[in-house]
């Protein structure tokens, strides 16, 4: 392995919808992976996440059946919260003996407008192709839609 590529180790990571404050998942993954663990109607660009450090092993009622899947089966995982986890998380860590916290934003939003004007007419009707509910868009998927209609491109 070559020690001058940085590797992104597999954690536990909270993520909830940023000002909401609501869980979208307890995820273990690398920081890249989040991504394709969040489900597909929450926009990754709302989300924010928080690395999780067990308090002396406790994380879950299961934990050894949660190694054991994570051993036998490498790559990102969902995980349940437990009760007691779950509470200090919507606390913010600011229960009685708890440190906050600290939540990073899952993306810094790129400039989709300037992301799909560079887009030949064929990717980004590709990209809508896999819009799966055209009622009700993420803001990327609206921005994607604004950008075919300026085009008069078909939808």
């Not at 600011?94 to 790129?110: D, K």
Request: aromatic share 8%.
């Amino acid at each position: 392995m070559d020690d001058d590529i940085p590797s992104d180790q597999t954690k536990l990571y909270f993520v909830r919808v940023k000002g909401a404050g609501a869980a979208v998942g307890l995820f273990w993954s690398d920081w890249n992976g989040l991504d394709l663990l969040i489900p597909r109607h929450i926009d990754p660009g709302v989300c924010e996440a928080a690395e999780i450090w067990p308090l002396a092993g406790v994380v879950f009622l299961e934990g050894p059946v949660l190694h054991h899947g994570v051993v036998a089966n490498e790559g990102p995982h969902r995980c349940m919260l437990t009760g007691g986890l779950a509470q200090t998380l919507f606390d913010d860590g600011g229960g009685e003996f708890a440190t906050p916290i600290g939540f990073m934003p899952l993306h810094n939003p790129p400039n989709l407008p300037a992301l799909f004007s560079v887009m030949t007419n064929e990717e980004l009707l590709a990209q809508w192709n896999e819009v799966l509910n055209p009622l009700v868009l993420t803001e990327s998927e609206a921005v994607l839609k604004q950008e075919i209609q300026r085009r008069g491109l078909p939808i």
